[in-house]
């Protein structure tokens, strides 16, 4: 099984295909846009890590930035009814370090923001990947780019107000990603503001 990959980034596709050579060898690898972003440039040398998802009628490799990635999609993998697709979904709308915070508030709405995740689908996810993933319980608080993460049920408020506000998942997902610490008023200010900024 193919566990990671060095080599040169070929090409990269809109439907986040990418191809890295490896001595001679292009393997198609299929990525999120994150990690197809973070790889660089075409032409660059790269490394990825790979899980390598072998089915009667597919035999294809996915590709992470890091090792946490790769760790959290394979977790995902092990719940029942998660596929690669909703896996990969899932880890495009909530990175490890959040997913982590989502499991360990019991934010069921967090994982309703992602496509094709109903709140039956979402509640049973959680209870499965909790004991999959190693989550942190009690007091930790997740520090995401210096600050706290805001809380489960202030970063709730806020997505339910922007819902109402006529705002879609993913630019409620995207407002809403790493919010600090605060009250629903000011978090909701702030995802208002990065909605404004990006239209």
């Not at 597919?58 to 009814?81: I, S, V």
């Not at 339910?160 to 993913?170: K, S």
Request: proline share 6%; aromatic share 4%; glycine share 12%.
């Amino acid at each position: 099984m193919i566990g990671s990959l060095r080599g040169t980034l070929l090409d990269r596709s809109l439907t986040g295909e990418i191809l890295i050579e490896v001595g001679g060898v292009g393997y198609r690898v299929q990525a999120g846009p994150a990690t197809s972003a973070r790889l660089g440039d075409l032409g660059a040398e790269v490394f990825a890590w790979v899980h390598h998802h072998v089915r009667e009628d597919a035999d294809t490799l996915y590709g992470f930035a890091t090792k946490d990635e790769r760790d959290a999609f394979e977790a995902l993998l092990g719940a029942h009814g998660v596929g690669p697709a909703l896996a990969m979904a899932i880890l495009s709308v909530h990175p490890p370090v959040n997913l982590a915070r989502v499991l360990a508030d019991d934010d069921v709405a967090a994982l309703c923001l992602v496509p094709g995740v109903g709140k039956k689908t979402a509640a049973r996810l959680l209870i499965e990947l909790k004991a999959k993933l190693d989550i942190p319980l009690g007091d930790d608080v997740v520090v995401v780019d210096g600050a706290p993460a805001a809380p489960a049920s202030a970063r709730a408020d806020v997505r339910d107000a922007l819902a109402e506000l006529g705002y879609g998942p993913d630019e409620i997902a995207e407002a809403t990603r790493e919010l600090p610490d605060g009250d629903p008023g000011s978090l909701l200010k702030e995802a208002l503001r990065r909605l404004a900024g990006a239209r």
